[in-house]
């Protein structure tokens, strides 16, 4: 599987962050830190994480606003990787950037996103 990779903002605590570069949308192209993707269309988001349990997919949510809540069990496609499905709906194309989100050992992991033509 290919995959695009970017930095993903990590959200602990109000305030604090941090990098990380294991939450990504496969086979989608990013352009200025955010990945390109079509409403209508459905993409894979995939975790590389070592965790106990499964990642959580949370819902997704107009840039500048938090994902959640994180709901969605990923499921595991081999040693620390996880997917999910997601389908990027008409009824988002009201807003052009939105953010997906991916909680991980308690850490809520940001994936940019921006809807194109």
């Known amino acids: ?11 602990t605590v109000p305030g604090a962050a941090s990098t990380t570069r294991d939450y990504s949308l496969a086979q989608v192209p990013v352009v200025g830190g ?8 459905s ?18 949510a107009p ?4 994902p959640g ?3 969605a069990s990923m499921v595991s ?5 996880w997917a999910i499905q997601t389908t990027i709906t008409r009824a988002m194309g009201r807003y052009k950037n939105w953010t997906l989100g ?16």
């Open 1 to 11: 599987m290919f995959l695009h990779r970017r930095c993903a903002r990590s959200v």
């Open 34 to 41: 955010q990945f390109q993707v079509k409403m209508g269309h």
């Open 43 to 60: 993409y894979i988001v995939v975790a590389q994480v070592a965790t106990k349990t499964a990642p959580l997919y949370a819902y997704a």
């Open 63 to 66: 840039a500048g606003v938090q």
């Open 69 to 71: 809540p994180a709901v």
């Open 77 to 81: 496609i081999g040693t620390n990787r």
């Open 102 to 117: 991916v909680k991980a050992n308690g850490v809520l992991h940001d994936i940019p996103v921006t809807i194109v033509n």
